[in-house]
């Protein structure tokens, strides 16, 4: 069930709404839908690995810092150019 909220934006904002909605054929309605959708799959994805961090970090799983600069280093020397980049 859909339900109806108000939102204040800035004109801005609004117009360019506008503009991605003539452009894809969506209404501002379906963008904002969308937008507050994926934000809040980002978001709860977020919350979600630093909730798993702490719970690691409070069972003392965690990775010594020295063991990830070594790891990250073999990785750069292995890399084609030095940089860590293929």
Known sequence: MQEIITVRVE???????????????????????EAIRRYL????????QIMEGIKEADTEKLVDHEQVVRKWEARRANSLDGTGQP
């Open 41 to 48: 799959d980002s978001e709860a994805w977020q919350v979600e």
């Open 11 to 33: 004109h801005e904002v609004k117009e360019r709404l506008e503009r991605l909605g003539k452009a894809t054929a969506r209404s501002r309605s379906f963008l904002v839908a």
